[in-house]
């Protein structure tokens, strides 16, 4: 059943994403930066964590929650830290998927050449 | 004078504009939709079915989301590294960009594809040039979403 | 005092042959021959239909150098230096080459050239830059100014990719209006003084810039057509011709999207039917129904490998008689294109002929 919801709200983020690029003049690109803000606004009104807890994958893993976990880090270091916790704490969660992005993308730009 | 050929060319352009979207084809919306949908909703899968195995190994449900996401940035490492995630975007369009692997792919094919002027200005320096945006945006609403929640609930 | 002697004036030309037409047609007097012509082209353009009449077809896209950048340096090198050789002629016989590219710089010319010892000026009219080279080289040669004139083109899909959009392995979809640069350097040789060769170059209308307002430079072609409608208009109005005097009106990279607009075009705005006449450089590179290029090819590898590789072996054979090349170009860059500005494009024409056919 959860794999069942996975694949259906991970798949129905895509299609709506799909359809914003499809039929508008914005580009993959500008549709990626549409969906982590709105992760971060849907974090902020507490209702991306419900959705993750429904959906599982099929919330986290779209770009989306890449906005949520930005916020859940900002309001984390809120309540411990007060007001520079939304500086302290914005890459708290992120930090180990950024990371491996940097770390993965240099080791492959290394060892592989792009073939087009 | 002036202002009367600009008003003529700007009539102009637009009767072009509006004769040549008439014979433009349009995109396949709701096959398009559909394949998004499929390819998507499969890396969806495949990270429900990374969470189990790290849940199932006595790791937390957070930390084990945590360490199937990271996983998927390594697939999509990989298989833009091999020169494959290009091929599944051809088919999956948003399918293949929305999903954490896509953010993966943004990172390492800028990488890849300008290494060859160089580590430091090449690799390094244009790393980010499609993820950009999205660190910068989200970064920018989560601060922001943050603070709102704290000092709007909280406060 | 004896009135200074005056200076004998020089002797009359003939102008039994204006070289200037109406607004902007340029027609040669002794129309300069293109006497040889020489073909590069990748893996997937000699897969295409075209691909039996190039002369090298790469095995893959990087021709053994370590960045596509070198690869179509190599391949516009290997183009012009033996169109050269084709023509029996050293280097140090040809007076002036014409280059043209569609990277940054034009470097992609000018590298080739540095091992080519012929003086040599770069062109970018993006691709309608073959067009031009060729319009440009008749002038020099019917004005006596070259004997021998190379004229070559080149583009590299991959090379184009990273310059122009997006790095080759991001993980993007095109939409159905976007064109596929083609892979391919073309070149030849045009020259004068009574040489013999199967095309001769007749007449020139250069273009100026239009621009409509588009702003999507994944539909090049839409962006492209007034400019080769306007272009092909003048032509026939300075020559006093009509469509039925061609085999071909063939445009450079309007691909199949910009050539339905171009037909309707000139048809209903400008009472000009080429329809049974027309064909586009880009849509011929390809085969829609096996090769996935959506709109068709794009790129000055188009028009030149055409032109270089089909059109001069048919008119070598009889089979052609009068064709039109229309190369189109879009003046845009990456840069203009995220400041908001739309597409400046252009369309230069030169009309082919074998000789003999009146």
């Not at chain 2, 929305?98 to 790393?127: C, Q």
Request: one cysteine or more; a neutral charge.
């Amino acid at each position: 059943m959860q794999y069942l919801l996975a694949f259906l709200v991970g798949g129905l983020i895509c299609a709506v994403g799909q359809l914003v690029i499809d039929g508008t003049r914005l580009t993959a690109g500008h549709t990626m930066v549409l969906f982590v803000v709105a992760g971060a606004v849907l974090s902020g009104l507490g209702l991306y964590e419900p959705l993750v807890r429904w959906a599982g994958a099929g919330a986290f893993v779209p770009v989306s929650n890449f906005g949520h976990v930005l916020t859940k880090g900002v309001v984390d270091h809120l309540a411990r830290e007060g007001l520079w916790g939304a500086l302290s704490g914005v890459f708290e969660v992120a930090g180990a998927a950024l990371a491996a992005s940097i770390l993965l993308g240099f080791a492959m730009a290394v060892l592989f050449h792009p073939r087009g | 004078m002036a202002s009367q050929t600009q008003t003529r060319e700007r009539q102009a352009q637009v009767d072009y504009q509006q004769f040549a979207s008439r014979r433009r084809p349009r995109p396949r919306y709701l096959r398009n939709a559909l394949l998004a949908f499929l390819v998507g909703g499969l890396i969806a899968l495949l990270g429900q079915a990374l969470t189990a195995w790290f849940a199932g190994r006595g790791l937390p449900e957070d930390q084990a989301s945590g360490r199937a996401a990271v996983t998927l940035v390594f697939l999509g490492s990989l298989l833009t590294g091999l020169g494959v995630y290009d091929e599944i975007a051809r088919v999956g369009g948003a399918g293949a960009a929305i999903p954490i692997t896509g953010f993966a792919n943004s990172i390492t094919a800028p990488a890849m594809e300008f290494a060859r002027e160089g580590y430091v200005f090449g690799l390094a320096a244009r790393m980010f040039q499609v993820a950009g945006p999205v660190l910068v945006y989200g970064t920018a609403s989560a601060v922001v979403a943050g603070l709102l929640r704290y000092l709007l609930v909280r406060g | 005092m004896t009135p200074p002697a005056q200076a004998a004036a020089p002797p009359a030309r003939p102008q039994a042959t204006p070289r200037r037409l109406g607004r902007g047609t340029l027609q040669f007097m002794e129309p300069p021959r293109i006497v040889s012509a020489f073909t590069v082209v990748g893996p997937m353009e000699g897969k295409g239909p075209m691909g039996g009449y190039m002369d090298t077809t790469l095995e893959d896209t990087f021709y053994g150098e370590r960045c596509w950048e070198r690869t179509e340096s190599k391949m516009l090198r290997e183009a012009v230096e033996q169109a050269i050789a084709r023509a029996g002629l050293a280097e140090a016989e040809v007076d002036v080459a014409l280059t043209t590219d569609l990277l940054n710089q034009c470097v992609g010319s000018s590298f080739a050239m540095r091992s080519v010892k012929v003086p040599h000026v770069g062109l970018f009219c993006a691709c309608a830059g073959f067009a031009s080279g060729l319009a440009l080289a008749a002038s020099l040669v019917d004005g006596g100014f070259a004997r021998r004139a190379v004229v070559g083109a080149s583009s590299h899909h991959d090379a184009a990719e990273r310059q122009y959009r997006f790095p080759t392995e991001l993980g993007v979809q095109r939409p159905p209006t976007a064109q596929w640069t083609v892979t391919g350097a073309g070149a030849v040789v045009v020259a004068g003084d009574g040489a013999q060769g199967p095309v001769q170059i007749t007449h020139a209308t250069l273009g100026q810039v239009w621009d409509m307002g588009l702003k999507d430079p994944y539909d090049m072609g839409s962006a492209m057509v007034p400019a080769a409608a306007d272009t092909l208009v003048r032509h026939l109005h300075d020559t006093g011709r009509g469509v039925e005097a061609f085999d071909w009106i063939l445009t450079g990279d309007l691909g199949r999207v910009g050539s339905r607009i171009l037909l309707d075009w000139l048809k209903e705005r400008h009472g000009v039917d080429i329809d049974g006449r027309h064909s586009d450089c880009g849509a011929m590179m390809y085969d829609p129904s096996r090769q996935d290029v959506h709109a068709g090819g794009s790129g000055l590898g188009a028009s030149a490998c055409v032109v270089a590789g089909y059109v001069f072996k048919a008119m070598a054979r009889g089979l052609l008689n009068r064709v039109l090349l229309i190369g189109t170009g879009s003046l845009h860059s990456p840069t203009t294109h995220f400041q908001g500005e739309s597409i400046p494009v252009v369309a230069h024409a030169v009309c082919l002929e074998r000789p003999g056919a009146r």
